[in-house]
């Protein structure tokens, strides 16, 4: 992701570029401005941890303002190839209960329009379509709301309710300390410890076991295609395998699928133990005295979720089934309940 934020405050809000629709008929923003209707877009993808952290805010605005005259739409801009699949999309949609307007935007047609390079993101879009809120993240959901507010009460809304601050977002006394970044497990921009790689062939991988080196390591046979890894069998016979990556901070997600939609279980472990009590993401069980993740639906899964900060930590991953597909891995720096 581009290190730099470019504000679209103060921009005229662009058409949206034709588009799958979900929830809702085809929008037309020019339509909704000559009805004084204020509008939040929100970019958001549907595998990404903050994305699904901001969704239940998002599903709050809309609960609370839609029938004052708020309209919410969301661009799905997905970010690996498994959620271009509109099949995808809407299994997300039901998981999640999202019921706001929602745009499928594959090809990032409209992300291009808005030259947007992040998700989340929330833009608030008042009746002259003019965009007057710019947030990236987590973002702060009280300001975005104070805005939404403001625009509805020119628009003829009363008695709007208080402003509470959510119960995820950052707030005073919140231990928040450096993270890992995504660490990404394609070739197009994954960062490995294995010194040679092949691309798009099943190759025999060794754990160079290199602690201090960024990115993860391959164990196992794998293939390295544009953006995952894929664990492959040998000659049709279940085969050993694993992903480990040394990361730091709070919390720790997969982002995988299955290669035949058959779910399957993977060992976890963390710094070569069984995954401990306090430390355990809600996507780990314990199993005859192993941690296991069921991978089933392409999306995230939380391995790690703990009060205690770790760094260094070790993670492993561990597939017999020689089915699994991995994207990347996702951390997160601040203690939250």
């Keep these: 992701m581009p290190t730099t934020y470019d504000s679209l405050v103060g921009l005229t809000a662009p058409a949206f570029a034709e588009g799958s629709w979900f929830n809702s008929v085809p929008l037309s923003l020019q339509d909704l401005s000559s009805s004084g209707q204020p509008v939040v877009i929100h970019f958001w993808t549907a595998s990404c941890p903050v994305s699904r952290k901001v969704l239940p805010q998002i599903a709050r605005l809309w609960q609370t303002y839609q029938h004052q005259g708020l309209v919410v739409i969301g661009i799905h801009c997905p970010e690996f190839n498994f959620e271009r699949d509109p099949a995808v999309l809407a299994a997300t949609l039901a998981e999640l209960a999202i019921s706001w307007p929602i745009i499928h935007d594959p090809t990032h047609q409209s992300v291009q329009r808005y030259t947007n390079h992040y998700w989340p993101r929330q833009l608030v879009v008042d009746p002259a379509g003019t965009i007057i809120i710019d947030q990236i993240g987590e973002g702060d959901l009280p300001a975005l709301e104070e805005s939404i507010q403001l625009q509805l009460l020119r628009h003829g809304a009363q008695e709007l309710p208080p402003i509470t601050p959510p119960s995820h977002q950052h707030k005073l006394g919140l231990t928040c300390y450096p993270a890992s970044s995504e660490t990404h497990l394609g070739h197009q921009r994954g960062t490995f410890k294995n010194r040679s790689r092949a691309t798009n062939v099943p ?108 760094s260094p930590a070790e993670l492993r991953c561990s597939d017999q089934s020689g089915r699994l597909i991995a994207y990347a891995f996702h951390f997160s720096g601040c203690q939250e309940d």
């Excluded at 990115?215 to 492959?232: I, P, Q």
């Excluded at 069984?274 to 939380?302: H, M, N």
């Design 203 to 310: 190759t025999n991988y060794v754990d160079p076991l290199l602690p201090r080196h960024p990115g993860a390591a391959l164990h196992g046979r794998w293939t390295v295609t544009e953006d995952s890894v894929s664990h492959n069998s040998a000659d049709s016979a279940p085969t050993n395998g694993y992903i480990s990556v040394v990361f730091s901070g709070f919390e720790a997600t997969l982002i995988a699928e299955t290669s035949d939609a058959r779910p399957l279980e993977l060992v976890v472990t963390l710094n070569g133990r069984p995954v401990p009590l306090g430390f355990q993401g809600k996507d780990v069980k314990e199993q005859a005295g192993q941690t296991i993740t069921r991978i089933s639906a392409p999306g995230p899964y939380q391995l790690i979720h703990t009060r205690t900060y770790l």
